[in-house]
């Protein structure tokens, strides 16, 4: 195998499949050279083999000969010589790795110039100005870029050069001031490395391609891999390209443009130029730099040229494109160009509207699978409105969904704040366990450190809470913070947008999230191609809720919490009657105050989900969280002292406290205790079920009975329930009864009753696996004390992927989830089984439960859009690449139905062989031809970078408040639910 590859090199198969061994650009500098024909100045790459030997052992053998033969084909090309003293060739030499990735190498411009080709330079362009500017740059950056020397010494030097010389920009410089500064740089290099600074073009060329290969190793470079899961093993490219100038003269320039806009969508090019420029002078703001709509007032032909260009590259990727182009001497050179990024809005309306682009025609499935989980996100919270506000700075955008509050910089004083009724943007360098309080407190968080897998970062994430973290210009002093000569003030108003990253001063206006046309268009795309797969329902316990979760599409209600119900302002003195009764019949009493209360929340939910299965799953939570916290009796108790009715709350709580109430007297144990209780829930659903089919309603019941772990357990549970319908029927209409569906079955959320699913399937119609406590008992992780404390430890010491609470551990709980489900349906085949916990709002997770085999995924209603366009994905991955779409989905079924275990096995195989691609697949990934491969990388991809960003719905537990946070669920608390309160 050669190491080094022209650009026009015929390769077997389209140079830009050939990624990985030509990198990204290169595989799409050859594409553009040799298949498109499009101007490119010559230029060979050297693989990522090359740099994958160099890693193990070192300079490859034959390498340096190889590069040498190259470089005489292309100075042949170029009728120049690299170094000549009369006519020199320059090159750049470029990094280029599959997936692009900050911390690589930068780019060394003009390399070949020295003391004598300079001269050459000047005398053959008969301009020494532009000669020596272009020897400064060279000098500069490679002793920045390839000898590792800070770059201030060198930027001081040029800021001197230009006040001495009154020079308003670069190209102002004199030609004297460039002679000194280019002694100066070689002395600065001189004085960093104790050698003098190389002008064998020789020597220059192999020190950077040795630069760009240890690049590969870099921290930053590592750091950005293991944050994006891609492969260290992977190795960088390096291209080797003949220089065009841009910086030549009035008649040059350089610039970036896009095919679309990449902010809309919307059609038509968009990008920027700046005339008599270099390299990255556009992307740095040295100086201002034009649209694109000026080049064609200044060039006219150019202009002209690019369009084209962009029309043939659209049509050729079938994508938006992104790229990068010089213009020397009225003469357009394209230097780059790729897929380009989108926001989530441009991404819908891209994908929609291209598959009526003649040009482009993508079908719907390359539609749905061109938007990614990420995209969806982005549109379904709230943004900052416009693009009117300034931003202060930008950090990383953590946790999704804008902000606005002012400032408080320690966890008490946001938290006494929000007490007082403020809005509250937390500011921390960064944040630990000590300050969750007020980061429940706060609207949203920013930090000045810390990574995506921060404390702030996770915590965040976990409770849907907007957060840009590691915003690293932000500097804390008592009081205030600054941002450069800018000063925040506690109380001031800041506004944050946890996608984008950004902060910005005051209260910006916030666009509510909104669905556009092609975001109905292209789920309803995704829907047709899920039909008869996977199913999504919503998570949602009372009827707004409910019917919010069937506008974002639900297909039914896959957990309905009836805590919530018994926690409301007006319930929750009725339970307590319920709990402190002293008799049967003062228990019996309270029950039936309950059960007419809870019959009004079930008629509304039944209605919003009309002809839509709802399941009911019966009280879960152990009983002290209806009761008060006896600490604060307690205080109460030895100070002013407590009243009868306290004092008896006051001893139930003692009474049911728990040391560990997770793993308590919670869930169908509960029943067993009180078994009244699921009776009377029981009673309350079906007579709102009759109620709802004498209004001509069509209500679809599953009553689900939590936390079982064994089949006597159930059955017992099973028998009140049914003799609580029946007793509920006897009394209806004969036509009643019979348009009456109920199932009832069981949560899966421990690990005995997934290993026991066979015969606990015996006594159940269906299954639905609580993946929460699932993941909390398989790991013995408690969620609340984990979350918040270690698992950012955990995760950046590799220890775990992901967090199993955003991700479903594929490997150990979803084992147990395909054991359930393989169990379960041994038994009984018909069994229907669900996924109600918050993992499955989440791609990866969903194509985890879709290969077990189950029939539908239940999420929060924010949720269900991603939810249905990963369930589609799902569908597309599993089709052969020329079956027809009816095909594709019969093979997905019976694959996935037959042979769930083993085929996820293979699945995982073949990720982990392929290894790398984890990352910027998604944004990079060749729209047309696809292995499956490359479409679980980026659905990882996808996964991994929404991981947690879980809708506001997300929630967090906090147990201590249990009561006023369950309080605060109380019906009506809109569509978005509340704040810290999750499914367990
Ligand atoms: P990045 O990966 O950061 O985009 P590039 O390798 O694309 O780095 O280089 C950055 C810029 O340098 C390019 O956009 C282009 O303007 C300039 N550049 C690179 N190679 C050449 C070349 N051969 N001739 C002229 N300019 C070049
Ligand atoms: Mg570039
Ligand atoms: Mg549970």
Redesign the pocket.
Known sequence: MPFVYDFDHSHRRPPMELKDLLGGKGANLAEMTSVLRLPVPHGFTISTDACRAYMHGGWPEGLSAEVKRARTRLEKKMGKLLGDPVDPLLVSVRSGAKFSMPGMMDTVLNLGLNDESVQGLAKQTDDERFAYDSYRRFVSMYGRIVLGIPGEPFDTLLDEAKERSGAASDADVPISQLHALVFAYKQIIRDHTGADFPQNPDAQLRGAIEAVFGSWNGPRAIAYRDHEGISHDLGTAVNVQAMVFGNRDDQSGTGVGFTRDPATGAKGEYGDFLVNAQGEDVVAGIRNTEPLSALKDKFPKIHAELLAIFGRLERHYRDMCDTEFTIEQGKLWMLQTRVGKRTGRAALRMAVEMTTDPGIRLTRGEAVERVTAEHLDQVLHPQFAGTGHTVLTKGLGASPGAAVGRVYLTADDAAAAAERGERVILVRTETSPEDVHGMLAAEGILTARGGLVSHAAVVARGWGKPAVVGAEKVRIAGRSFSVGATVVNEGDWISIDGAAGEVALGQVELAEAKASDEFETLLGWADAIRKGHLKVRANADNGPDAANGRRMGAEGIGLCRTEHMFIAEDRLPIVRRMILAEDAAAEDAALEELRVAQRADFIEILEAMDGLPVTVRLL?PPLHEFLPDTSELAIKEATVGLDAEEQALFEAAKQWHEYNPMLGTR?VRLGVIKPGLYSMQVRALMEAAVQRVADGGKPVIEIMI??TVTREELALARGWVEAAVTATLVSAHRSTRRRLEVLIGT?I?TPRAALRAGEIAEVADFFSF?T??LTQMTFGFSRDDVEGRMMSAYLEKGLLKDNPFETVDADGVGELVRLGVTRGRATRPSLKIGVCGEHGGDPESITVFADAGCDYVSCSPFRVPIARLSAAQWVLAHAAPSASATKKRASARTAATRAPVRKTAARKTAARKTAAPKAPASKKRAPVRKTAARKTAARKTAARKTAARKAPASKKRAPSRATQRLAATKRGSSSRPPARSR??
Request: hydrophobic fraction near 25%; charged fraction near 35%; charge should be negative.
């Open positions: 879960d869930g939590p936390l949560m959320e609580g929460n406590d499914a367990r």
